[in-house]
């Protein structure tokens, strides 16, 4: 397949395009490269022929429509998003522009090129969304593909807002749509902001790990190149108008996962060890959901696909990763926010 994706220089979407590039298929990577976004990301298929760069705002009609002229791709997978709570609880507004307006545009153009084509039956817009969307859980049960939406952070709701947007392309205008919702993810390339990474950084520097509360939350960690090839499972054999939860059957509290990561770094890195005493309990960030489980049952049955790596498995992998890229990670403390606590100012 030629494959347009957005947000291919990010975390999630950079280990996609690394991955369908190395099956073969044409990816035409967009995005804007904002504040989290890194092209070093696709370095290791920057060279290859089946590869394209376009800088681009998926909220930029005109940009969007000339894009898809130029390319002409098969399938769109749409990953370009803002995704950090915290941020959305600072600043809201960012969200709605690009994680709701950004993806009404893009859903416009890509209806105008579909309908310009004839309507082929075999095009893909491909959405990819989070479990974030259901809420929170209480002790027990998990998230299905029919579990109501109840987002409860600006962040969460401006995507719940897209995934609507994509269900009412398809119902309304017949536009043949995907959708997906993952768990939390991590690996390598994972952008210095977010839980694991800024464990991993925090602790390599001697400084205070902060968990947010008791560390009492639980979440289901999903490798990335696990989700990658989800993603690219559901593009090609998933059924138009189906959503598809993507879980990696790993529930974790994060004062464990914490732990877990302390521990390797103290096999691997003994500067500073233990690295459990480096912990430091942190106020709770505003509306912190409590629990997410995602019950991946349909992707296995009906498309055949499981996770392969287990958390323990892929903790390490990510662990050595950083370990051995340090030249990545110290490029991007100067971002804005990086290293800085957010999501205090509700």
Known sequence: ???????????????????????????????????????????????????????????????????????????????????????????????IETNINGTYTLLEAARAYWERAGRPEAFRFHHVSTDEVFGSLGDTGMFTEDTPYDPRSPYSASKAASDHLVRAWHETYGLPVLLTNCSNNYGPYHFPEKLIPVVI??????????????????????????????????????????????????????IDLVRVICGLLDERHPDNAPHADLITFVTDRPGHDMRYAIDASRIQDELGWTPSVTVEEGLAKTVDWFLANEPWWRALQDRDGVGQRLGTKA
């Open 1 to 95: 397949m030629k494959i347009l994706v957005t947000g291919g220089a990010g975390f999630i979407g950079s280990a996609v395009v690394r991955l369908a590039v190395a099956r073969g298929h044409e990816v035409i990577n967009l995005d804007a490269l904002t504040y989290a976004a890194c092209l070093d990301n696709v370095a290791p298929v920057a060279s290859s022929n089946l590869y394209t760069f376009e800088q681009a705002d998926i909220r930029d009609r005109a940009a969007m429509d000339t894009i898809l002229t130029r390319h002409a791709p098969d399938a769109i997978l749409h990953l370009a998003a803002e995704s950090h709570v915290d941020r959305s609880i600072d600043g809201p507004g960012e969200f």
């Open 201 to 254: 950084l925090r602790a390599l520097a001697g400084e205070q790990i902060p968990v947010y509360g008791t560390g009492a939350n639980i979440r289901d960690w999903l490798y990335v190149e696990d989700h990658a090839d989800a993603l690219l499972t559901v593009l090609e054999k998933g059924q138009v108008g189906r959503s598809y939860n993507i879980g990696g059957h790993n529930e974790m509290t994060n």
